[in-house]
């Protein structure tokens, strides 16, 4: 291929041998295997730019990733080439959403559903579950929504499975499924789970759709395809069928979202899905300092289920990592702020500063001595706005305004505020609704045809109406002015000012709500209602980190994909944290856990603070922990540490895991009894020899299963050997 136009923008110097491997292949499938602080986004944004400049059409090009600030630098980066116009850049979900409104009468639905949110969806199935008559003691609708979740995540509908269903959960399982989904279709809504799952039927069911969407989309880029889940992994192949030209990116050691769905089997099997596909490695690390590269490394290797690929660092050698341990949760997080003080004194950026843990309750301890310091911090976690009640109120409003079949959004938007219009009288339209196979809304509007209604609540239902009526001759144009009038004109502003300082906080989150459709209008290319609420409703967690702001970010392991820090401190490396409870009998789940500890390292650039308590309250009382299997895995001693403490109340730190010791020669048979000073007797179901860094896998009495570094294990055999 001949390097001239528009490649005269590619920065060739700054790219690796790799990289251009990757950047300049044009035809047949092709994977990237691509480590931590690689460049893979730089990657996937000049290889868009190559492929235009080799003549193909820019509207023939889609890059699907996973979070909206993911596409959006994507689409900044291919913006600086000059490259952006025409390329669709999105998220998996924002894709389908297209693909359906273009699409909704082959694929069964009307292209002005609503998108149901979590909360949304918690309703209807409380609904369904109902509607059921099923006892939700054992069938809560939380754990519901999750069981129907993963069965649409493998392209399950309710009646494959009762079909299979044997036994009497299963059963009640299909029974729900099909109520829920009756619902969500009176309500014209989809659920986020819908999207990919209506698409996926679609491309499957009607393959002249198929085959004029992979025309339209010759070339596809898919990010972070070890986070694909069956629905999206079928949607990717489908679209890329017809032609082959499919460039997926990702790292089977950063796949960390088994437990919704996501199997980090579509790219282990990439090959064998694409058999012709060229694969190409990045391993070059230009993030982390080469000693915090080592320990992820150590880590990760002990993984059975991965690609073979090495962390090479490209950066001078820098401090060592620190393992730490404290007396328990409280010393662990004023140390902590001790150092975070001493850093942001010295003149440290805070917003280069980052506290992971395994689950969000561990923030609360943190949060305490940051208080105490007068730390600033923001917690990553995202949705808090938009789950804020008056915000939910105006989203109501607009959400019926689209789809007036909406009948959630109607009790949202009726509710807000008393208007004379109450439970009674709604029952009474509830009951009209359902007997004339209408919508709530539509239901309303014909109140004076309901006798059991009065004639005042029946004008008053009927003004409802008529308001949402006129809302809906502008839901085509710009969003802010729209927002505005509901805002007024439904009578909330007037209810909010008539309740003092609280009404005054919410008016003023409204009015940065307003704001942000006002950014939205003047972005958009045709600014439309729908189009933004579409926005909203697939906004995710990571979409609220703010990378300027000036304090420290707290966040789970899980919200830290994606990003990187100068300074990380990663808490609680403490057994049944991390690696999670939930993990002891899945070697599966052990390997995710191990998995998310390596993508909390690989975040840290230059500093990397490791700890754990040795104890922690639980339900009220101080237990003794035992440190994490992980600690043993890169070369760590907690015990021998904790034996060397003379004061509870100073920690004990861990310089960097030395490779080159020659240490740890002893070797163990498989089956062999031994014994070991915490965990009891057990036998080894696995030894794996690699000289000073040699692992042995004991399954011990307990039930648990331990993964221990030899030269640290302090194991000892018990009889004749």
């Avoid at 399950?156 to 036994?167: I, R």
């Avoid at 729209?482 to 409204?510: C, P």
């Avoid at 057990?682 to 000289?691: K, Q």
Wanted: with cysteine.
């Amino acid at each position: 291929m001949e390097e001239t136009g528009l490649r005269s923008a590619i920065p060739m110097e700054q790219l690796t041998d790799s990289q251009r491997k990757a950047v300049f292949h044009v035809d047949g499938p092709l994977l990237v295997l691509a480590g931590p602080g690689s460049g893979k986004t730089r990657v996937i944004t000049t290889r868009i730019a190559a492929l235009i400049n080799s003549g193909i059409r820019p509207h023939n090009i889609c890059a699907i990733t996973f979070t909206n600030k993911a596409a959006e630098e994507m689409r900044e980066r291919v913006a600086a080439f000059g490259a952006a116009g025409g390329v669709h850049i999105s998220t998996f979900h924002s894709l389908c959403v297209r693909i359906l409104r273009r699409y909704a009468d082959g694929a069964g639905v009307k292209p002005n559903f609503s998108i149901y949110d979590e909360r949304e969806q918690l309703g209807c199935m409380k609904e369904a579950i109902k509607a059921c008559q099923i006892d939700t003691t054992n069938f809560a609708p939380a754990r519901m929504l999750a069981g129907v979740s993963s069965l649409k995540n493998d392209l399950e509908t309710p009646e494959s499975v009762a079909e299979y269903a044997d036994d009497y959960f299963t059963k009640n399982l299909a029974r729900i499924y099909a109520s829920y989904q009756k619902i969500l279709e009176n309500n014209n809504a989809l659920d986020f789970d819908d999207l990919l799952v209506r698409t996926a039927f679609l491309l499957r069911d009607r393959p002249e759709i198929r085959i004029e969407l992979s025309n339209r989309f010759r070339y596809l880029l898919v990010d972070e395809y070890q986070d694909t889940n069956h629905a999206q992994y079928q949607i990717a192949k489908g679209l890329a069928l017809e032609h082959g030209n499919i460039c997926a990116t990702g790292d089977p050691d950063q796949s960390i979202y088994g437990w919704r769905g996501a199997d980090i089997g579509n790219i282990l099997a990439f090959e064998n899905d694409w058999p012709n596909a060229l694969v190409v490695r990045l391993q070059e690390n230009f993030r982390s300092t080469p000693n915090i590269l080592e320990l992820a490394d150590i880590l990760i290797s002990i993984n059975m289920k991965r690609k073979q690929k090495a962390l090479i660092p490209t950066r001078e050698r820098g401090a060592d990592v620190v393992i730490a341990s404290y007396s328990d949760e409280k010393a662990e997080a004023e140390a902590i702020a001790g150092q975070v003080s001493r850093f942001a004194e010295q003149g440290g950026n805070l917003n280069e500063i980052a506290v992971f843990y395994r689950v969000n309750s561990m923030s609360r301890v943190i949060e305490e001595a940051f208080v105490q310091r007068q730390i600033p911090y923001q917690i990553v976690r995202g949705l808090e706005f938009y789950s804020r009640k008056e915000i939910r109120d105006m989203l109501g409003y607009l959400k019926l305004a689209v789809n007036p079949a909406d009948d959630v959004a109607f009790m949202r938007a009726v509710n807000t505020h008393p208007r004379g219009i109450g439970k009674t009288t709604l029952d009474r339209v509830g009951v009209y609704a359902s007997g004339k196979g209408v919508s709530l809304c539509e239901a309303a509007g014909q109140a004076g045809g309901i006798d059991s209604v009065g004639k005042g609540a029946q004008a008053k239902l009927i003004g409802f109406a008529d308001m949402i009526e006129g809302f809906r001759k502008d839901v085509n144009g710009p969003v802010a002015p729209l927002m505005e009038r509901i805002f007024t004109e439904s009578g909330l502003v007037a209810h909010l000012e008539s309740t003092g300082e609280k009404g005054d906080t919410a008016i003023e989150n409204i009015g940065e709500l307003i704001n942000a459709a006002t950014f939205y209008d003047e972005n958009a290319e045709s600014p439309s209602l729908l189009d933004y609420l579409q926005m909203v409703s697939l906004y995710s967690d990571t979409d609220a980190y703010d990378s300027e702001a000036p304090k420290v970010s707290l966040m789970t392991l899980h919200a830290a994909k994606g990003l990187e820090f100068e300074n990380v401190f990663i808490v609680g490396l403490e057994d049944g944290l991390l690696p999670h409870e939930r993990s002891r009998d899945s070697e599966d789940e052990l390997e995710e856990e191990r998995r998310l500890f390596f993508v909390g390292i690989t975040r840290a650039k230059d500093n990397l603070h490791i700890s754990y308590a040795r104890e922690r309250i639980f339900r009220g009382q101080y237990l003794r922990t035992v440190p994490s299997e992980f600690l043993y895995e890169v070369g760590y001693s907690p015990y021998a540490a904790e034996d060397d403490l003379e004061d509870d109340e100073f920690d004990e730190s861990f310089s960097q895991v030395d490779t080159e010791s020659e240490l740890g020669g002893r070797k163990f048979r498989i089956g062999e009894l031994v014994g070991h000073p915490k965990f009891g007797i057990g036998r080894v179901v696995e030894f794996h020899n690699m000289g000073a860094s040699s692992i042995v896998v004991v399954r011990f009495n307990s039930g648990k299963t331990k993964t221990l570094m030899v030269r640290y294990a302090r194991l000892s055999r018990i009889g004749a050997e």
